[in-house]
């Protein structure tokens, strides 16, 4: 069974940065595409970005382009999200997620039904 793990989030203010980490267990076979979402109060959950198996291919939401990076390690287990020059409007409860198992690298997954795995969150307040 796959269990996703958040960690790093936490009350920063406007213009810091913060990394937070996904560490995935039980990828036993196939490839998983991973990705990061975040909903805040009241809201629907919103992908943020993703990354595909082999981490060639990724993808950012528009309000996060070019301050947010998204990365996993080689062993494809711990998948990173950058997050540079925040802004209160990022204020969210991040969630990580793993795609279903492929036998190849599929690429990216950018709509919410196509993630099987979820974790729990992690929170992250940005304060002006």
């Known amino acids: 069974q796959v269990f996703l793990a958040e960690s790093g989030g936490g009350m920063v203010q406007a213009g810091d940065s913060l990394r937070l980490s996904c560490a995935a267990s039980g990828f036993t076979s196939g490839n998983h595409a991973m990705g990061w979402f975040r909903q805040a109060p009241g809201k629907e959950r919103d992908i943020v970005a993703a990354?595909?198996?082999?981490?060639?291919?990724?993808y950012y939401a528009d309000s996060v382009k070019e301050r947010f990076s998204i990365s996993r390690d080689n062993a494809r287990t711990t998948v990173y999200l950058q997050m540079d020059s925040l802004k209160p409007e990022d204020t969210a409860v991040y969630y990580c997620?793993?795609?279903?198992?492929?036998?190849?690298?599929?690429?990216?997954?950018?709509?919410?039904?196509?993630?099987?795995?979820w974790g729990l969150g992690t929170q992250v307040t940005v304060s002006s």
């Open positions: 990354i595909s198996w082999s981490g060639g291919n990724t």
């Open positions: 997620a793993a795609g279903p198992p492929s036998p190849m690298d599929s690429g990216i997954i950018i709509h919410i039904s196509g993630y099987k795995y």
